[in-house]
């Protein structure tokens, strides 16, 4: 190996300087660690933010009051800007330098376009820049972790697939190492995997450059959602780290991996297993009983490959421990594998239904995924930065105290922001469902619960002060470290030779053990066949492996996707469920837009603790027109699937003035700027069209006429909160169009039909019952 | 008729099909692995510590 300066080699183009372009003899390049210390650096900066959003939104949730009313600093705005800068930002850069540094090496190849290298980085930049303005404007699809609208989708689209996978594609094709490491193939895995959850589930239709709906509904959105949501953890935060840890942890502990047949193993079972474990996430609502089931079953099995990837991480540190004792980089690894370890039993825990019962929309989620994501991915990915710095800046670190300081801040942190959100979990569980000896909720008001585990939600700051200190230490650090760098950085130059488009295996050509033996024909095929050279093969040929990735991601997804989308026909019709009016879906649009979802749930479950405090429980057929579905996760306030109708209008617009004027203790922020800001009933037409175009049933009034069908009914709201003591001419403001919302939420299943539908409803009621006895869902009976 | 094909169709039998599936390619996968030759395994586990081109398993 050679050693040359940044000026000595190639630049701007693949790096390759040949010696010779026959196959088998030498050649020379470098390996592009330029794009490793841009994507590095953006791991950092983007990890301070991520985490100061995250403290951030901690505090909105103990002290409300400090947005002062400003809704771009809302809790639901910024909660969404959160989770996309720690998943696609921090994450998401983490993944990309571990990847660029990783591959070139295992490759031994440069990336096969510097131009590709640096599209990706600047274009992922834009997207994560687009995505921190669109946010706490209320530009938002409402899905969690999906929640960026369509022109920036399919800019991601366009970056990951296209430029990032087709730079990392390449250089497989071009690499002169024959055999693929397993790290690789979790980067296969996760780019092809990603870009199918992405596009799919963003399936959406334009109403103008910053608004869409979905091409789904209800039920159907519901589990598409979770089909992304829980697959973008799967392969976005499990498997490229995966990758990362089989290529980091030995380089930093010096010594192989501990097996390479578990690595193996590990690889295509989380493959097989990952792609059906979404439905888990919805476990007793109105999703199929089978399909919750899959997911349960699927969920299960996803505990044993995952503790063997954690043994084989762990393992692999044998005869290394006592530099654990020592080596902060191995400090981190120690402690993210066994975070990874703990989440991937935990999370199978959670998807037995008798468990998930009590945990679902509780706060123990919260801590599920922080101990995945602050143990797991953040100290996988400090430690790969530790690792590298020293390399990439080509120069000491410069406090290697500092680095042994942020390890334990951050291990400290972890678990004062977990233990007491594991606690708040239980809380909530075991207080949303206390009854007392006579069959009544003992906490009928959900506030008392709030109130109960405010104190918590205190000790998470503190813990999550303590990590974020921990980021700055690492910028502070990597900061220094870089401006001790060399004025100009070496870069190696590497020999190895190109690999022949033919392989012959060295030695002898293996002998079938039948050969010469009389026996069947079809006896040699089954004998050759299980010797599994098919398989060798395919890990020799990157173009082969990635397609099959694809093929056992895409079999595995259509058998739960198809029926979804077929769900629609099995989905009891109710007859008294309408479409939105126009100023009620004009209204649900600001309900998704201020990202209600992220506290309120609306999805009531059939049992009996929540459907005493809610209301009758939801079923499939009441969704039939909620585009994007509006379920939830989480339940920070009460569940509002039953809402209509349970306060008056100017109940609701006092709320929005202030929740602590009618709800003594809310930490629900002030909505005040709905009662300012004018309603644009011109802006309604176009949501009404996109409805109908998906299929819902509009008069041609509400379709060329929209605004004063939906002022007529402005009209009538404004009049009720007058009556009950509101201010006047509150209709040309938007509360009242969120109100019409809320207002609608639930009640179609209880509403008479009118004379001129019986007859309409008849004819529903008996396709609601054939399609019924076909077996999904609930029966048309539960619908009276 | 094609509505009728649908709806005659029975889901629920996705999840028993999901399985089998899975249980045919694990074990395919699994007995591939067991059959890598200890030589192999250990050379391509060290992939990452060595500048060296390793040869492809045998």
Same mark, same amino acid.
């Given at each position: 190996?050679?050693?040359?300066?940044?000026?000595?080699?190639?630049?701007?183009?693949?790096?390759?300087?040949?010696?010779?372009?026959?196959?088998?003899?030498?050649?020379?390049?470098?390996?592009?660690?330029?794009?490793?210390?841009?994507?590095?650096?953006?791991?950092?900066?983007?990890?301070?933010?991520?985490?100061?959003?995250?403290?951030?939104?901690?505090?909105?949730?103990?002290?409300?009051?400090?947005?002062?009313?400003?809704?771009?600093?809302?809790?639901?705005?910024?909660?969404?800007?959160?989770?996309?800068?720690?998943?696609?930002?921090?994450?998401?850069?983490?993944?990309?330098?571990?990847?660029?540094?990783?591959?070139?090496?295992?490759?031994?190849?440069?990336?096969?376009?510097?131009?590709?290298?640096?599209?990706?980085?600047?274009?992922?930049?834009?997207?994560?820049?687009?995505?921190?303005?669109?946010?706490?404007?209320?530009?938002?699809?409402?899905?969690?972790?999906?929640?960026?609208?369509?022109?920036?989708?399919?800019?991601?689209?366009?970056?990951?697939?296209?430029?990032?996978?087709?730079?990392?594609?390449?250089?497989?094709?071009?690499?002169?190492?024959?055999?693929?490491?397993?790290?690789?193939?979790?980067?296969?895995?996760?780019?092809?995997?990603?870009?199918?959850?992405?596009?799919?589930?963003?399936?959406?239709?334009?109403?103008?450059?910053?608004?869409?709906?979905?091409?789904?509904?209800?039920?159907?959105?519901?589990?598409?959602?979770?089909?992304?949501?829980?697959?973008?953890?799967?392969?976005?935060?499990?498997?490229?780290?995966?990758?990362?840890?089989?290529?980091?942890?030995?380089?930093?502990?010096?010594?192989?991996?501990?097996?390479?047949?578990?690595?193996?193993?590990?690889?295509?079972?989380?493959?097989?297993?990952?792609?059906?474990?979404?439905?888990?996430?919805?476990?007793?609502?109105?999703?199929?009983?089978?399909?919750?089931?899959?997911?349960?079953?699927?969920?299960?099995?996803?505990?044993?490959?995952?503790?063997?990837?954690?043994?084989?991480?762990?393992?692999?540190?044998?005869?290394?421990?006592?530099?654990?004792?020592?080596?902060?980089?191995?400090?981190?690894?120690?402690?993210?594998?066994?975070?990874?370890?703990?989440?991937?039993?935990?999370?199978?825990?959670?998807?037995?239904?008798?468990?998930?019962?009590?945990?679902?929309?509780?706060?123990?989620?919260?801590?599920?995924?922080?101990?995945?994501?602050?143990?797991?991915?953040?100290?996988?990915?400090?430690?790969?930065?530790?690792?590298?710095?020293?390399?990439?800046?080509?120069?000491?670190?410069?406090?290697?105290?500092?680095?042994?300081?942020?390890?334990?801040?951050?291990?400290?942190?972890?678990?004062?922001?977990?233990?007491?959100?594991?606690?708040?979990?239980?809380?909530?569980?075991?207080?949303?469902?206390?009854?007392?000896?006579?069959?009544?909720?003992?906490?009928?008001?959900?506030?008392?619960?709030?109130?109960?585990?405010?104190?918590?939600?205190?000790?998470?700051?503190?813990?999550?002060?303590?990590?974020?200190?921990?980021?700055?230490?690492?910028?502070?650090?990597?900061?220094?470290?870089?401006?001790?760098?060399?004025?100009?950085?070496?870069?190696?130059?590497?020999?190895?030779?190109?690999?022949?488009?033919?392989?012959?295996?060295?030695?002898?050509?293996?002998?079938?053990?039948?050969?010469?033996?009389?026996?069947?024909?079809?006896?040699?095929?089954?004998?050759?066949?299980?010797?599994?050279?098919?398989?060798?093969?395919?890990?020799?040929?990157?173009?082969?492996?990635?397609?099959?990735?694809?093929?056992?991601?895409?079999?595995?997804?259509?058998?739960?996707?198809?029926?979804?989308?077929?769900?629609?026909?099995?989905?009891?019709?109710?007859?008294?469920?309408?479409?939105?009016?126009?100023?009620?879906?004009?209204?649900?649009?600001?309900?998704?837009?201020?990202?209600?979802?992220?506290?309120?749930?609306?999805?009531?479950?059939?049992?009996?603790?929540?459907?005493?405090?809610?209301?009758?429980?939801?079923?499939?057929?009441?969704?039939?027109?909620?585009?994007?579905?509006?379920?939830?996760?989480?339940?920070?306030?009460?569940?509002?699937?039953?809402?209509?109708?349970?306060?008056?209008?100017?109940?609701?617009?006092?709320?929005?003035?202030?929740?602590?004027?009618?709800?003594?203790?809310?930490?629900?922020?002030?909505?005040?700027?709905?009662?300012?800001?004018?309603?644009?009933?011109?802006?309604?037409?176009?949501?009404?069209?996109?409805?109908?175009?998906?299929?819902?049933?509009?008069?041609?009034?509400?379709?060329?006429?929209?605004?004063?069908?939906?002022?007529?009914?402005?009209?009538?709201?404004?009049?009720?909160?007058?009556?009950?003591?509101?201010?006047?001419?509150?209709?040309?403001?938007?509360?009242?169009?969120?109100?019409?919302?809320?207002?609608?939420?639930?009640?179609?299943?209880?509403?008479?039909?009118?004379?001129?539908?019986?007859?309409?409803?008849?004819?529903?009621?008996?396709?609601?019952?054939?399609?019924?006895?076909?077996?999904?869902?609930?029966?048309?009976?539960?619908?009276? | 008729?094609?509505?009728?094909?649908?709806?005659? !169709?029975?889901? &629920?039998?996705? %999840?028993?099909?999901?399985? /089998?599936?899975?249980?045919?390619?694990?074990?395919?996968?699994?007995?591939?692995? !067991?059959?890598? &030759?200890?030589? %192999?395994?250990?050379?391509? /586990?060290?992939?990452?510590?060595?500048?060296?081109?390793?040869?492809?398993?045998?």
């Amino acid at each position: 190996m050679a050693t040359v300066t940044s000026t000595d080699v190639p630049q701007g183009g693949s790096g390759d300087s040949h010696a010779a372009t026959d196959a088998g003899r030498m050649e020379q390049f470098s390996y592009d660690d330029s794009i490793v210390r841009m994507f590095a650096a953006a791991t950092i900066v983007w990890g301070l933010v991520a985490t100061f959003v995250g403290l951030t939104v901690a505090v909105l949730l103990v002290l409300p009051g400090i947005s002062s009313g400003l809704e771009w600093i809302n809790f639901a705005r910024l909660r969404p800007l959160h989770t996309n800068a720690a998943i696609f930002a921090f994450a998401g850069n983490a993944i990309f330098a571990a990847v660029y540094y990783s591959t070139q090496r295992l490759c031994k190849a440069r990336m096969w376009s510097d131009a590709l290298s640096r599209i990706h980085f600047w274009g992922w930049q834009l997207i994560i820049v687009l995505a921190a303005i669109t946010l706490p404007l209320g530009i938002t699809q409402s899905k969690e972790y999906a929640e960026l609208e369509w022109p920036i989708d399919i800019l991601i689209a366009v970056i990951w697939l296209f430029v990032f996978g087709g730079n990392f594609l390449m250089t497989l094709i071009h690499r002169r190492e024959r055999h693929m490491y397993v790290a690789l193939w979790f980067y296969i895995a996760t780019i092809v995997t990603v870009a199918l959850l992405h596009i799919f589930n963003n399936l959406v239709v334009p109403i103008g450059t910053w608004a869409s709906i979905p091409i789904y509904a209800g039920v159907q959105d519901a589990f598409m959602q979770w089909w992304y949501g829980h697959n973008a953890v799967a392969f976005f935060l499990t498997t490229p780290f995966l990758g990362l840890m089989y290529y980091f942890l030995p380089k930093a502990a010096e010594r192989p991996v501990f097996s390479y047949r578990l690595s193996i193993i590990h690889f295509w079972s989380l493959v097989f297993i990952y792609i059906w474990a979404g439905p888990h996430h919805l476990h007793f609502t109105s999703l199929p009983e089978w399909a919750s089931t899959l997911g349960m079953l699927f969920s299960v099995m996803l505990w044993m490959p995952s503790w063997g990837g954690m043994l084989n991480g762990l393992l692999t540190l044998r005869g290394a421990w006592h530099k654990v004792a020592t080596d902060p980089v191995l400090k981190f690894y120690v402690v993210g594998v066994t975070f990874y370890g703990m989440a991937t039993f935990e999370g199978p825990a959670l998807s037995v239904k008798s468990i998930n019962a009590f945990t679902h929309y509780t706060d123990w989620t919260i801590a599920h995924v922080h101990a995945g994501a602050l143990g797991w991915n953040g100290f996988m990915a400090f430690g790969m930065l530790y690792w590298l710095m020293p390399r990439i800046f080509q120069t000491k670190i410069w406090n290697e105290k500092l680095v042994s300081l942020h390890f334990w801040i951050g291990t400290l942190g972890i678990l004062l922001y977990i233990v007491p959100i594991y606690a708040a979990g239980l809380m909530q569980g075991w207080m949303w469902r206390a009854m007392d000896d006579t069959g009544h909720l003992m906490y009928p008001d959900f506030i008392e619960t709030t109130q109960s585990i405010v104190p918590l939600w205190w000790l998470r700051v503190v813990g999550g002060l303590m990590y974020f200190s921990g980021v700055v230490m690492l910028g502070v650090n990597a900061l220094m470290t870089w401006l001790h760098r060399p004025s100009e950085y070496e870069v190696p130059v590497i020999s190895a030779p190109r690999l022949s488009d033919e392989y012959h295996a060295p030695g002898k050509p293996r002998q079938s053990p039948l050969e010469g033996v009389a026996v069947l024909e079809m006896s040699k095929k089954i004998e050759s066949f299980a010797w599994m050279g098919w398989h060798r093969r395919w890990e020799r040929l990157p173009v082969k492996f990635t397609v099959l990735v694809t093929l056992a991601v895409i079999v595995a997804t259509l058998f739960e996707a198809i029926p979804a989308f077929l769900i629609r026909n099995n989905v009891p019709t109710i007859a008294t469920v309408k479409p939105y009016t126009p100023l009620e879906l004009a209204g649900r649009h600001i309900y998704v837009s201020e990202g209600c979802y992220n506290c309120h749930s609306q999805q009531i479950r059939p049992m009996v603790s929540e459907t005493k405090r809610y209301g009758e429980y939801s079923k499939p057929g009441e969704g039939i027109y909620d585009r994007p579905f509006q379920w939830g996760s989480r339940r920070i306030g009460p569940d509002l699937a039953r809402e209509g109708g349970k306060q008056s209008s100017f109940w609701h617009w006092t709320h929005f003035e202030n929740p602590e004027n009618v709800s003594p203790g809310s930490v629900m922020p002030s909505y005040v700027h709905l009662l300012t800001e004018d309603m644009k009933y011109d802006a309604i037409a176009p949501h009404v069209q996109a409805a109908a175009y998906l299929g819902a049933e509009y008069t041609d009034e509400d379709l060329n006429d929209t605004a004063a069908v939906a002022m007529r009914q402005a009209e009538r709201i404004a009049a009720e909160i007058v009556e009950q003591g509101g201010p006047a001419k509150t209709y040309e403001k938007q509360a009242v169009a969120l109100i019409a919302y809320l207002q609608r939420v639930g009640i179609d299943l209880f509403a008479e039909e009118t004379p001129e539908t019986a007859a309409e409803g008849t004819a529903s009621e008996a396709d609601s019952e054939e399609q019924t006895a076909m077996g999904a869902g609930d029966t048309a009976d539960d619908q009276s | 008729m094609i509505k009728d094909l649908v709806c005659a !169709l029975d889901y &629920s039998v996705c %999840a028993e099909w999901a399985l /089998a599936l899975f249980v045919v390619a694990f074990a395919t996968i699994t007995y591939g692995t !067991l059959r890598l &030759s200890q030589d %192999a395994s250990d050379r391509f /586990a060290s992939i990452p510590l060595s500048d060296d081109v390793e040869d492809p398993r045998s």
